[in-house]
């Protein structure tokens, strides 16, 4: 009967240590997976040493409002902060050359793949695109509108009109866009018609109102910009008008103070399906229309 007795007790005192076994591995489990997978794209089971990255972006973006937009909700989900320094594309890439940006947001490809194959980039992930478009005054003094031309064939009639153009002239996506435009048309602009500003698009758009010109904007900051100007979008569906953004990590191997970790996680985020479908979204609420197209290719 002893002998029954003992078993019987060491079984139990199995059963409870298995038992608890079994709580102390699921209580472990559902922490576990609760700080994992957010299923949002998020990353707060990443223990950053620090949180802050610098980004060195384009005006184009910045302008549209699509930052200011979309970086709360990415400090909601992930715990990073980003300070944002907005220039042209030209700037933004030298800044990140300088050692003086973690990552960058541009929109030129030529430029985004010789910083990459130099070594300052680690790789160039195509995100998301919109569309250039040429804005001017509402008679259209070089008659473009609908008039089936494509946007290097309106711009050569800006030449051959000596109609007021005014151009980024300041090395950003937009203007390397504009130049190629203008080679393509086979005009070298120059004259009292053609205004090199050196300004952001912001600031374009705003002497192009103000001097009744024209401009080559992207679609996104004119929108968002349109209220407070007199133009309006002249020339849109062109085929040599789309707009492409690429995000690009600063390589720790040229810049050893590249907050690696971050980046990693902030471009995870910036891909992953909740931050793409906010950007699909963005716009359509206020201007009716989406600014920004995603194009991610997971």
Request: charged share 25%; hydrophobic share 40%; net charge negative.
């Given at each position: 009967?002893?002998?029954?007795?003992?078993?019987?007790?060491?079984?139990?005192?199995?059963?409870?240590?298995?038992?608890?076994?079994?709580?102390?591995?699921?209580?472990?489990?559902?922490?576990?997976?609760?700080?994992?997978?957010?299923?949002?794209?998020?990353?707060?089971?990443?223990?950053?040493?620090?949180?802050?990255?610098?980004?060195?972006?384009?005006?184009?973006?910045?302008?549209?409002?699509?930052?200011?937009?979309?970086?709360?909700?990415?400090?909601?989900?992930?715990?990073?902060?980003?300070?944002?320094?907005?220039?042209?594309?030209?700037?933004?890439?030298?800044?990140?050359?300088?050692?003086?940006?973690?990552?960058?947001?541009?929109?030129?490809?030529?430029?985004?793949?010789?910083?990459?194959?130099?070594?300052?980039?680690?790789?160039?992930?195509?995100?998301?695109?919109?569309?250039?478009?040429?804005?001017?005054?509402?008679?259209?003094?070089?008659?473009?509108?609908?008039?089936?031309?494509?946007?290097?064939?309106?711009?050569?009639?800006?030449?051959?009109?000596?109609?007021?153009?005014?151009?980024?002239?300041?090395d950003s996506g937009t203007h390397k866009k504009e130049l190629s435009l203008w080679s393509a048309s086979g005009v070298d602009p120059s004259g009292e018609w053609y205004v090199s500003a050196g300004r952001g698009m912001g600031d374009v758009l705003v002497?192009?109102s103000e001097m009744q010109g024209y401009a080559l904007t992207d679609k996104a900051t004119f929108l968002s910009m349109k209220d407070q100007l007199d133009l309006e979008i002249l020339l849109e569906e062109s085929e040599d008008l789309k707009n492409q953004?690429?995000?690009?990590?600063?390589?720790?191997?040229?810049?050893?103070?590249?907050?690696?970790?971050?980046?990693?996680?902030?471009?995870?985020?910036?891909?992953?399906?909740?931050?793409?479908?906010?950007?699909?979204?963005?716009?359509?609420?206020?201007?009716?229309?989406?600014?920004?197209?995603?194009?991610?290719?997971?």
């Open positions: 009967m002893s002998r029954l007795l003992s078993s019987k007790g060491l079984l139990k005192r199995a059963s409870i240590i298995f038992l608890v076994f079994l709580l102390v591995f699921s209580v472990s489990a559902c922490s576990t997976n609760g700080s994992n997978q957010q299923g949002d794209g998020s990353e707060r089971s990443v223990e950053l040493e620090d949180y802050s990255i610098t980004l060195s972006t384009t005006t184009s973006v910045n302008d549209s409002g699509l930052l200011e937009y979309l970086l709360p909700v990415l400090k909601e989900d992930t715990g990073i902060e980003v300070d944002v320094l907005s220039q042209g594309t030209g700037q933004a890439i030298q800044t990140a050359v300088d050692g003086n940006a973690d990552v960058i947001l541009v929109h030129a490809k030529a430029a985004e793949e010789e910083f990459v194959n130099d070594g300052y980039g680690v790789e160039r992930i195509e995100f998301m695109y919109n569309y250039f478009v040429i804005v001017g005054p509402k008679d259209d003094p070089s008659s473009i509108s609908d008039s089936g031309l494509s946007a290097s064939e309106a711009l050569g009639k800006f030449f051959e009109d000596e109609n007021i153009f005014v151009s980024r002239g300041d002497m192009a953004y690429s995000v690009i990590e600063v390589s720790s191997q040229a810049h050893p103070d590249t907050n690696t970790e971050a980046v990693e996680v902030f471009i995870k985020w910036l891909t992953s399906d909740k931050a793409l479908q906010l950007i699909d979204e963005y716009g359509i609420s206020e201007y009716g229309e989406p600014l920004f197209f995603s194009n991610y290719e997971k």
